[in-house]
């Protein structure tokens, strides 16, 4: 298994507040990605990342924003937290990019 | 707009029987196709993949089809098993594009005994 963790696992949260998931990887790939899942949705791409300090949006990044200053790290921030953000948060990298991406166990969070 | 789309929800069948889940695309720039695995409270795994100068990948009891001129792909699990019970996710990518895959809804499979 690719290795990924993801912090916190699970997060409760009240609306407004500000919210920083973290992305951890050990395999020194180049490609990471953020992602949200929700039920008739699929995965959808929030931001991902082709190198450190180097990122780009997604199809739903309204309302979040990213950040890597380590090949290691991937940070996902919810300025102000609403409730439809409430869903699992999934990180994946990719060595080349595209393709193939292995998948964190993923974040659930709950936005009160 | 929904450039990849698993339009069945979900699918029952028997544990022995074949399970054919179905994926539909309409940007005919990608040259990738991938299907993942989800399990409850997991991350999606991949299973299998296909480029587009192919027609048919297998992989034990996986198989891919590709009609690129449907803009359709399926994936074939023979004989079905009570582990394959999860989520399939079927995926597209362009190599020509930004280096992201574009994800379907998901069929959620369920095997009977």
């Known amino acids: 298994d690719a290795g990924i963790t993801q912090s916190p696992r699970h997060k409760v949260t009240e609306t407004g507040t500000p919210v920083t998931l973290r992305c951890h990887q050990t395999?020194?790939?180049?490609?990471m990605y953020w992602y949200r899942q929700d039920p008739g949705h699929g995965l959808r791409l929030i931001h991902y990342?082709?190198?450190?300090?180097?990122?780009d949006k997604g199809e739903v990044s309204d309302g979040y924003s990213v950040s890597r200053s380590k090949t290691e790290d991937f940070l996902l921030t919810l300025e102000s937290a609403t409730s439809s953000q409430t869903s699992v948060y999934f990180c994946?990298?990719?060595?080349?990019?595209?393709?193939?991406?292995?998948f964190g166990p993923g974040t659930r969070l709950l936005v009160l | 707009d929904q450039q990849v789309k698993q339009n069945s929800p979900s699918l029952s069948v028997q544990e022995g029987r074949i399970s054919i889940l179905n994926c539909d695309y309409t940007?005919?720039?990608?040259?990738?196709f991938l299907w993942y695995k989800k399990y409850p409270a997991e991350g999606p795994t991949f299973l299998i993949s296909?480029?587009?100068?192919?027609d048919k990948n297998e992989d034990g009891r996986f198989t891919v089809f590709l009609n690129k001129s449907a803009k359709h792909l399926s994936l074939h699990i023979v004989p079905s098993q009570p582990g394959d019970s999860a989520v399939y996710f079927c995926?597209?990518?362009?190599?020509?594009?930004?280096?992201?895959?574009?994800f379907g809804q998901g069929t959620r499979l369920t095997i009977n005994p």
């Open positions: 296909i480029s587009s100068i192919k």
């Open positions: 940007n005919s720039m990608f040259d990738y």
């Open positions: 990342s082709y190198g450190v300090k180097d990122t």
């Open positions: 994946a990298i990719s060595e080349l990019g595209g393709e193939t991406q292995y």
């Open positions: 395999e020194n790939h180049r490609y």
């Open positions: 995926a597209a990518y362009s190599v020509q594009g930004a280096q992201k895959l574009v």
